[in-house]
């Protein structure tokens, strides 16, 4: 398996991965999958990548932007998706290594996670790679009526001198 840069081809694969993550009712408030212009349009171009083998892909993780603000030029947003076919294989290690690495060779200092308290595999997947939680935000949204708290996790970039 190896990890590259996704590309705009991707998007039917990716776009499915993501919408197995949906219907997990713990992976994401989005209830719909974006058109790839409006996917495309909310995540940084250095920072999409696919794990891929005999041009199936696995998984994928992307980094959005937290804010337009100058002051938070640094600050990205983490979103890693594994196939349910592939989960448990390392998948999601592999991918959010190279994104931690890609962030921060385009000037990320922090990069951020908020995960809902029953996502325990992705819980346990950011703290393998340096995450730290820093608190957790209560029924900050619904999803189909139910309230959902979001834990918040975040890593400093140890290459940009702020850890």
């Given at each position: 398996?190896?990890?590259?840069?996704?590309?705009?081809?991707?998007?039917?694969?990716?776009?499915?991965i993501?919408?197995?993550?949906i219907?997990?009712?713990?992976?994401?408030?989005?209830?719909?999958?974006?058109s790839?212009?409006?996917?495309?349009?909310?995540?940084?171009?250095?920072?999409?990548?696919v794990?891929?083998t005999?041009?199936?892909?696995?998984?994928?993780a992307?980094?959005?932007?937290?804010?337009?603000?100058?002051?938070?030029g640094?600050?990205?947003?983490?979103?890693v998706y594994?196939s349910?076919?592939?989960?448990?294989m390392?998948v999601g290690?592999?991918l959010?290594?190279?994104?931690?690495?890609?962030s921060?060779?385009v000037?990320?200092?922090?990069?951020q996670?908020?995960?809902?308290?029953?996502?325990?595999?992705s819980?346990n997947l950011?703290?393998?790679?340096?995450?730290r939680?820093?608190?957790k935000r209560?029924?900050?949204g619904?999803?189909?009526g139910?309230?959902?708290?979001?834990?918040?996790f975040?890593?400093?970039?140890?290459?940009?001198?702020?850890?």
């Amino acid at each position: 398996m190896h990890i590259r840069t996704m590309k705009p081809s991707d998007w039917e694969q990716v776009s499915q991965i993501y919408l197995e993550g949906i219907a997990t009712g713990f992976a994401t408030f989005e209830q719909l999958i974006p058109s790839y212009e409006a996917w495309d349009n909310a995540h940084v171009e250095q920072c999409r990548l696919v794990a891929e083998t005999n041009e199936e892909i696995h998984g994928w993780a992307a980094l959005s932007s937290v804010s337009g603000r100058c002051v938070y030029g640094g600050v990205g947003e983490v979103s890693v998706y594994v196939s349910a076919k592939s989960r448990g294989m390392g998948v999601g290690r592999l991918l959010m290594e190279s994104l931690i690495t890609a962030s921060e060779a385009v000037g990320y200092w922090t990069i951020q996670s908020g995960i809902f308290p029953e996502n325990e595999a992705s819980i346990n997947l950011h703290k393998k790679v340096g995450f730290r939680f820093i608190g957790k935000r209560e029924r900050v949204g619904k999803i189909n009526g139910v309230w959902k708290d979001n834990l918040l996790f975040e890593k400093r970039s140890k290459t940009i001198g702020i850890d």
